[in-house]
Structure formats: structure tokens, C-alpha cells
């Protein structure tokens, strides 16, 4: 049976970013069911919103689809301009344009959770995350995991 991984995320923080590529990394070796959580701070709040929207659409796998293009966008491309990042976020994850809609529709802040001091969740118990500097991945990405799980 895989841990149940739930990473609260905030498409405007770099932690943020670099702890979903961390776990990304540990998908690829150990049996683990990441869910990715949309819990922004107010800068992060017109993305995560078009990613809820995505989810409505396509099912749970368009929060992922969009925070990972979304974030590639910002943090890997330097995509500063946050509007052009969420269309081209859309297009990267061909996902319709016309989700952007819903970054200025205050409807999906319901739906948000709330910002935590620990934004890590495995097997229903919230943890801290690690040191992620030196962005591990592969077996010290696994390594890292093994640590933290229950």
C-alpha cells in the first residue's frame, strides 16, 4: 500500500517549488501517493486559483498539471510576469485558455486551505520539512523520504 503524501502548496513560494520537485523525485522509487494541496499565501492566491478551476475540469490531476507548469514557468524559466506564467502554464499542460478566468474569481478561495507551519503531511501525520538545499533527487531523494515517513 503506497504513503499518502499531501504537500500544501503555494504557487508564489520557492520552498514551495522545491519541495514538490523533491517528492516528485521520490514518486520514481518509492511507492507513494502524492497529492498536492493548494494553500497559498496572497501572492500565490491568482494561480492557485486557475488550478482548482483545472482540477474541476479534468479531475484532481489539474491542480498538479497546472502548479507544475505554473512553476516551471516562474522558477525554472524565470517567467516573471505572473499572467503570461498562467496562460503559458495552461498551454504547457494543454489545459484550455479559458481557465485563466479563474485567477480573479474570489469563488475558489473556499477551497484553499489554509497556510500551515507544516505544509507536509505523510500517512496523516503532519511533518517538517527537510533541508532541501542541494535540491536532492534520485536515491538521496529516497533517502531523505525514508527518513521522514512514519
Known amino acids: 500500500m503506497p504513503t499518502r503524501v499531501t504537500l500544501l502548496v503555494d504557487p508564489a513560494d520557492e520552498r514551495s517549488w522545491a519541495a ?3 517528492l516528485a523525485s521520490v514518486e520514481l522509487s518509492r511507492p507513494i501517493a502524492l497529492t498536492l494541496t493548494m494553500a497559498p499565501t496572497q501572492p500565490g492566491r491568482r494561480p492557485a486559483r486557475v488550478a482548482l478551476a ?3 475540469l479534468v479531475g484532481g490531476d489539474g491542480v498538479r498539471a497546472v502548479y507544475e507548469a505554473y512553476g516551471r514557468r516562474r522558477f525554472v524559466l524565470g517567467e516573471a510576469d505572473e499572467s503570461t506564467a498562467i496562460a503559458d502554464a495552461l498551454a504547457d499542460a494543454q489545459l484550455p485558455g479559458f481557465l485563466a478566468f479563474a485567477a480573479d474569481d474570489r469563488k475558489w478561495d473556499a477551497r484553499l486551505a489554509p497556510t500551515s507551519t507544516e505544509p507536509l503531511i505523510v500517512d496523516g501525520t503532519p511533518r517538517r520539512l527537510p533541508d532541501l538545499s ?3 533527487t534520485g536515491a538521496d531523494a529516497a533517502r531523505l523520504f525514508d527518513q521522514l515517513a512514519p
Open 20 to 22: 514538490s520537485r523533491w
Open 134 to 136: 542541494g535540491s536532492p
Open 54 to 56: 483545472a482540477a474541476d
